[in-house]
């Protein structure tokens, strides 16, 4: 497996040697399975032998795999699961979430439905209303592109929020829009210096006008009191529960905090947790993450650990993405880094040298190529191994820069319905030729790269069906572009079906133990209503989750299963 390559045809041909006596040759395999699955459309993720009928699980694994050998080994007391021509398929996993973020969002304002600067002032006093005098409202998902543009400011909300601090963050998280209550809290003023990495935005007069950008937040999120513990994990247990209703099994958590990692480890100290986690801590504490790593290892298979994850520029919607060129309708403006370049090399070199995974966050064209760059010098400096340095999100990519990723070997992981979403007015920001690189999965893959999906949720639903439909039709969200947004990155269901299972076992290396269906590897399954590779792919996002099985056990079943 050491000589795995990052094209996923050769992985697959690495994977599935040997994969039929794997499949099929279990006759002399002993005892009877604990579960075995009967009668469905198994899609192994394999090249020898893609589909199967039936297979068999004990304790945690996969047994069996082939209506044969899982009907030798059913026994007395085997609970057989009738399938009833369902498609089975590798459990679905998530290459970037900010899951307690995502979690708490659902008990919070909900903003995703806004459509008017009206309505955003009404949602906002209606829920403040609910709250007692003093205590902050949050919020998540409000968009001023669906409402023409126009950002909103403090004085939108201090009339129906005189006594509540209001911090509400744009739909990419690179933007929050807070109150004038919220500014005197956190001690914002005229006065307050613009941070590195980020803009207080000031109006014709030099006050705040309540939008701030990227580090900008920082000052806010500072005085807003953080849930205790026991608060913590019961909202990281309703994102548990949302998750395995839409059929994952893992999530690579991506925040920039310890808060998830901390949660996750009490929840795995009272026992399973139902979700597999693999937290990237921040990068910039790659010392931290080096020090628990020699002292307590890297975790097991319920949550781990061992990655790390850095900020190299903002967002597109927040105008804060680094890009070659300005942005289209603004000829001064071309993004900035979060961070200075020194020392964001510093910690990547630091965390390398220590054996941890490295992922930088990069969405323009120009930050991708610095952070290329800074993969390529470290690989030189540190020597060979089996880094799997990873980009996230690696939204706007320079053509001629795609085949880098291929030939260094670097993970893009991409979030889709990003690109059918902010696809509604990425060309309104981003000039032609920037455009074409633009979520550009197909060229990637072409090139030989390792491509893995996930959501970057609560950014974008937590839903891996809406994931694959995006990918392979990339349909914008406002029904204005039916043949795709730059439909020539569109990409097969059975390839986003791989980014979505194989792609993401190898980003978190554990190929070897999920990402595919076959004996010995950790029986974790989703199972739908239709077969992705033959449906029709405008019905893909609407598909229904009927079960998801994580370590051999059900721990999602529909009320239709």
Same mark, same amino acid.
């Given at each position: 497996m050491a000589s795995l390559q990052l094209n996923r045809r050769a992985m697959l041909g690495a994977l599935g040697a040997g994969s039929a006596t794997l499949l099929l040759g279990n006759k002399g395999a002993a005892g009877a399975l604990d579960t075995a699955y009967i009668n469905g459309r198994i899609w192994t !993720?394999? @090249?020898?032998?893609?589909?199967?009928?039936? +297979?068999g699980i004990t304790g945690d694994r996969i047994a069996c795999v082939g209506k044969a050998a899982t009907a030798a080994r059913i026994g007395r007391a085997t609970r057989v699961v009738d399938l009833k021509g369902a498609f089975v398929c590798p459990g679905f996993m998530d290459n970037h979430t900010h899951f307690l973020m995502g979690s708490q969002a659902l008990v919070?304002?909900?903003? +995703?439905?806004?459509?008017?600067?009206?309505?955003?002032?009404?949602?906002? !006093?209606a829920f403040a209303r609910t709250l007692p005098a003093g205590k902050w409202l949050q919020g998540f998902g409000w968009d001023a592109e669906r409402w023409g543009g126009e950002l909103p400011s403090r004085q939108w909300l201090d009339a129906v929020t005189p006594d509540t601090p209001v911090f509400?963050?744009?739909?990419? !998280?690179h933007i929050a829009l807070v109150n004038s209550l919220a500014l005197r809290l956190a001690g914002i003023d005229r006065n307050t210096p613009q941070p590195v990495g980020g803009t207080i935005d000031k109006d014709a007069k030099g006050e705040p006008t309540g &939008?701030?950008?990227? @580090?900008? $937040?920082?000052? %806010?999120? /500072? %005085? &807003?009191?953080?849930?205790?513990?026991?608060?913590?994990?019961?909202? $990281?247990?309703?994102? &548990?529960?949302?998750? +395995? *209703?839409?059929?994952?099994?893992?999530?690579? @958590? /991506?925040? $920039?905090?310890?808060? %998830? #990692?901390? *949660?996750a480890r009490r929840l795995r100290s009272h026992g399973e947790t139902g979700l597999r986690f693999y937290n990237l801590a921040p990068l910039k504490q790659w010392e931290k993450l080096a020090k628990l790593v020699r002292e307590e290892g890297r975790g097991d298979d319920w949550v781990r650990w061992g990655g790390l994850k850095g900020m190299a520029d903002g967002a597109l919607g927040s105008r804060t993405a680094l890009m070659r060129q300005?942005?289209?309708n603004d000829d001064k403006n071309f993004g900035f880094a979060l961070q200075l370049l020194e020392q964001f090399r510093e910690c990547v070199m630091g965390a390398d040298r220590a054996g941890l995974q490295v992922a930088v966050h990069a969405i323009g064209d120009a930050a991708i190529d610095k952070v290329l760059d800074i993969f390529a010098a470290t690989s030189k400096a540190n020597g060979r191994r089996d880094r799997r340095f990873r980009i996230e999100h690696a939204q706007h990519i320079a053509l001629d820069a795609v085949a880098r990723f291929g030939r260094e070997k670097v993970i893009a992981c991409i979030h889709p319905y990003h690109a059918i979403d902010d696809g509604r007015w990425a060309g309104k920001v981003l000039n032609p030729d920037q455009l074409k690189g633009s979520?550009?999965?197909? *060229?990637?893959?072409?090139? !030989?790269? $390792? %491509? *893995? #999906?996930?959501?970057?949720?609560p950014v974008a639903p937590l839903d891996p069906l809406g994931g694959i439909e995006a990918a392979v039709l990339r349909r914008t969200t406002d029904g204005l572009q039916p043949a795709g947004f730059v439909p020539e990155q569109k990409i097969t269901a059975v390839e986003a079906l791989s980014a979505y299972t194989l792609g993401n076992a190898y980003a978190g290396f554990q190929e070897h133990k999920l990402g595919t269906i076959q004996p010995g590897k950790l029986a974790d399954l989703t199972v739908l209503d239709q077969n992705?590779?033959?449906?029709?792919? /405008?019905?893909?996002?609407?598909t229904q989750v009927l079960r998801t099985v994580v370590g051999g056990r059900e721990r999602f079943t529909a009320s239709a299963a």
């Open positions: !993720g394999l @090249n020898a032998v893609p589909l199967a009928g039936a +297979l919070q304002v909900q903003l +995703l439905p806004v459509r008017t600067p009206q309505q955003l002032i009404e949602t906002i !006093g509400v963050q744009r739909t990419d !998280g &939008i701030l950008r990227d @580090n900008a $937040m920082d000052p %806010v999120l /500072a %005085v &807003i009191p953080p849930p205790g513990a026991g608060e913590t994990d019961a909202i $990281m247990r309703r994102g &548990i529960e949302l998750g +395995l *209703s839409r059929g994952l099994t893992q999530v690579h @958590n /991506a925040d $920039m905090d310890w808060d %998830v #990692f901390e *949660s300005h942005y289209a979520w550009a999965t197909r *060229s990637l893959l072409d090139g !030989g790269a $390792m %491509v *893995s #999906f996930g959501s970057d949720w992705l590779l033959d449906c029709d792919p /405008a019905t893909i996002a609407a």
